[in-house]
């Protein structure tokens, strides 16, 4: 007795994806595995909206964070947030209290503020205020030989505002400046420093670490004394000297400038060597002496059939280098090597929050801090999950 099988033939709808699925190119199958990541996907919308968030902070903020002393009776208040009723009755236009301050004996003569709950202030929306540019390079170079000033795309329209006093959702600092408006900025700061870091640590290993591991021998020697010579510098040190011996006369975009590119200089050496390794070990591969024999250059057959093969590690140290250098300018803002007043960075921004009067009295200041925690966690975790994506031998099921 013969017993007989017969196979399923499949649907049309799964033939087309399995077509899909071996014709579909690199980039098409790292899309779809980081999808199924939920929370890369999480961390990669919160990475998205806080550098939107960022890039449109003028628009966002309804004062300007360089401007200090804008509302006299609000210095260092807490956080206020926009209510639609109250004892007095519901109002279809959100509002705020007016603020009154005096001085109390039981406070031991410190600034008391009180809320006024029969004077209100409206929220308006699509307000007035400060100027602004979208671009807005402005380069005063040491020594007075290269000076740019360029303004573009500027506008005075903000996204709220209210129509008598002001509103600061994050509350103020002793100084009187928006901590909210300074928050925004400060992130756009940090998105701006890790890119100029990155992009100078990434072009530096692809080269360095390229010509290492695809002709070896003596120049692979003398590039990795180099490297190993860079890996060696410590940063702080490094940092302390230079802040020394930094003139007080930059300006801040040229101290921005600087230590974005100090970053990225000493932070290139562990991708270099990760891409070295990989080169040495597939350049004997069948494939590589193939390209070789039909006459490509070195630098092309590293740019077309090397790196290509080295992606999803490519991609990771790109992601956590960017994290690492925020970091960075994030620690040496808050020792005041960094960055500093009037430039707005979240380490700049950290560096109040170490004091005890603070952790006491005004905590709102611990906000910028919970920013600079999710900005490095979205990174870490998009980061993970693109290397995932890109790895084809990945077997994680998410």
């Known amino acids: 007795m013969k017993l007989f099988f017969w196979k399923k033939k499949p649907s049309g709808d799964m033939q087309q994806l399995k077509e899909a699925y071996f014709t579909a190119s690199q ?17 990669a919308w919160v990475l998205t909206l806080m550098i939107l968030s960022g890039y449109f902070s003028d628009f966002l903020s309804p004062y300007s964070p360089d401007m200090s002393g804008r509302d006299k009776q609000y210095e260092n208040g807490p956080p206020q947030f926009p209510i639609f009723w109250d004892e007095n009755g519901f ?21 008391v503020m009180t809320d006024n709950r029969d004077k209100r202030r409206y929220l308006e929306l699509w307000v007035d205020d400060w100027e602004y540019s979208y671009i807005d390079i402005s380069w005063n170079l040491p020594g007075d030989w290269f000076d740019v000033d360029i303004k573009a795309l500027t506008s005075t329209k903000h996204l709220f505002g209210m129509n008598e006093g002001g509103i600061h959702l994050f509350g103020t600092d002793k100084t009187g400046k928006d901590i909210f408006s300074r928050t925004l900025h400060a992130i756009y700061t940090s998105l701006a420093v890790g890119t100029l870091g990155v992009l100078i640590a990434f072009v530096l290993a692809l080269v360095i670490g390229g010509i290492s591991g695809y002709f070896g021998g003596w120049i692979d020697s003398v590039l990795q004394m ?14 302390m000297a230079f802040a020394a011996f930094m003139p007080d006369t930059w300006s801040s975009e040229v101290r921005f400038f600087f230590i974005a590119s100090v970053l990225g200089l000493i932070g290139w050496p562990t991708l270099a060597r990760r891409i070295r390794t990989h080169l040495l070990t597939e350049r004997s591969q069948e494939y590589v002496l193939a390209a070789e024999l039909c006459g490509a250059k070195p630098g092309h057959v590293i740019r077309r059939h090397l790196l290509p093969s080295f992606t999803s590690y490519i991609i990771v140290d790109v992601m956590i280098t960017f994290p690492y250098v925020v970091r960075s300018e994030t620690a040496l803002s808050f020792i005041g090597l960094g960055l500093t007043d009037p430039v707005n960075s979240l380490g700049s921004l950290m560096q109040n929050v170490s004091k005890a009067d603070v952790l006491l009295n005004y905590q709102w200041y611990l906000i910028p801090v919970i920013f600079f925690i999710a900005f490095v966690l979205a990174f870490v975790f998009v980061g993970d999950g693109l290397r995932d994506a890109a790895d084809p031998y990945s077997q994680t099921k998410k």
Do not use: C
Request: glycine fraction near 2%.
């Open 226 to 239: 180099f490297t190993d010579a860079i890996r060696t510098v410590p940063p702080i040190p490094l940092f």
């Open 27 to 43: 980039g098409q199958l790292i899309r779809t595995r980081f999808k199924k990541n939920r929370s890369a996907k999480i961390a």
């Open 91 to 111: 109002s279809a236009r959100p509002f705020l209290y007016t603020t009154e301050r005096y001085r109390s004996i039981e406070t031991n003569f410190r600034w």
